[in-house]
């Protein structure tokens, strides 16, 4: 078993209006946000940038309409990237030099298309959405980004899981006990210009696991996030787990089964999203605790062997694991419950405590996605 520490990291660095509390209201905000955007294609030769008369650190972006547009941090930072320039010493130079060494990075390059996201309207505070005349450049990516655009993804969610409130799955509580209503501040919900971040879980029906840890009998909640961006910070992502509670900090504790898809923003994003992450989501909310039972017992039933040469064998040809991880593993799993390795539940408990030793979070969710693919064997 292992801690989730993404909700955690969203909820701590989210300012007030990125949260939200229902994902009625957060699919309110990402229509009217898609409504106020326009993509489209453009040469890099028609691109210039120009600073903004009476503001020397001010840079706006002309397109062949030779129409100005106010690049948020996000899209400067690409345009930047696009140039090979570093944007942080950029942002350090007044405008007028900051945009000569732009338009002399968008001639030094090969001429290529490149995908403009345009918002319309002035900034309107930290959300950065554009309320006025001017538009916003809000992303500058390559001609092949697919952008899957929040509401639907959201809008995938509502359809299945209901508003994130009332129903199974449902923002979660705190140390298992059901919130009196969502805040802002225990929110799980989030969304801005550049990005969204949903976990739901349902800990009304929960699913009894009998000897579930050194011979004990307890209970495992289903819960899921779900990500993306329009922009191109992220890739559009979704991980299933088991768990046993949520903290006040939104911190998941002793989760396992995790299990993930991700899907980069290329031309056919959309297309995986409707064919891979779609029906991964109807899968969930049509699982039943009963089934998950059976599986659990199902992995609990399948041995491996109480040899320790033998587990060793079967986690280095039936897995990515070095032998040298395989040993941790069997090791991890020993200190968590105090016996060697038998079954495959055994194996998945291992791993997922060996992959609470991991710094890098990437790290820990390549060991515990293996960890599901251990414990799927069995069904």
């Not at 930047?80 to 990075?105: E, F, M, Q, V, W």
């Not at 030094?108 to 309320?131: F, H, K, P, Y």
């Not at 587990?311 to 016996?339: C, P, W, Y």
Request: proline fraction near 4%; hydrophobic fraction near 40%; charge should be negative.
């Amino acid at each position: 078993m292992t801690t989730l520490m993404k909700a955690s990291h969203q909820w701590a660095t989210r300012p007030d209006d990125q949260r939200f509390t229902s994902l009625d209201e957060m699919l309110a905000f990402s229509r009217a946000q898609r409504e106020r955007s326009r993509s489209l294609a453009v040469s890099s030769r028609r691109l210039e940038a120009r600073p903004v008369a009476d503001d020397p650190r001010a840079l706006a972006v002309l397109g062949p309409d030779g129409q100005p547009t106010l690049p948020s941090h996000w899209a400067f930072g690409q345009l930047a990237s696009r140039i090979k320039a570093p944007a942080g010493y950029l942002r350090t130079l007044p405008s007028d030099i900051a945009a000569d060494a732009i338009n002399h990075g968008l001639k030094a390059r090969g001429i290529e298309d490149v995908g403009a996201l345009l918002r319309m309207g002035e900034v309107d505070g930290d959300s950065q959405i554009m309320q006025g005349d001017t538009p916003q450049l809000a992303a500058l990516t390559g001609p092949n980004y697919g952008r899957v655009w929040n509401s639907d993804v959201i809008a995938a969610i509502v359809h299945r899981f209901g508003n994130g409130v009332d129903g199974d799955f449902t923002v979660p509580g705190e140390f298992g006990k059901a919130l009196t209503s969502v805040t802002k501040d225990n929110t799980t919900l989030f969304a801005s210009d550049r990005d969204m971040f949903i976990f739901l879980a349902d800990e009304q029906n929960r699913i009894e696991v009998p000897n579930r840890r050194n011979g004990q009998p307890g209970s495992l909640a289903r819960g899921f996030f779900v990500w993306n961006s329009e922009v191109g910070s992220t890739t559009l992502g979704i991980s299933t787990f088991l768990f046993d509670y949520v903290c006040c900090n939104r911190i998941v504790w002793g989760a396992q089964d995790v299990q993930e898809i991700r899907i980069r923003h290329t031309v056919s994003a959309p297309d995986k999203f409707i064919e891979e992450v779609g029906p991964a989501m109807i899968a969930y909310s049509k699982s039943s605790a009963q089934g998950i039972n059976d599986a659990i017992a199902a992995a609990q039933a399948r041995k491996i062997s109480g040899e320790e040469d033998e587990v060793l064998d079967f986690l280095t040809k039936r897995t990515r694991f070095s032998r040298t991880q395989a040993q941790a593993i069997n090791l991890a799993h020993m200190a968590e419950e105090g016996r060697p390795i038998e079954t495959l539940w055994d194996a998945t408990v291992g791993i997922t405590a060996y992959a609470k030793g991991q710094t890098h979070q990437d790290a820990r969710i390549d060991i515990e996605r293996e960890g599901g693919k251990v414990m799927s064997m069995a069904r």
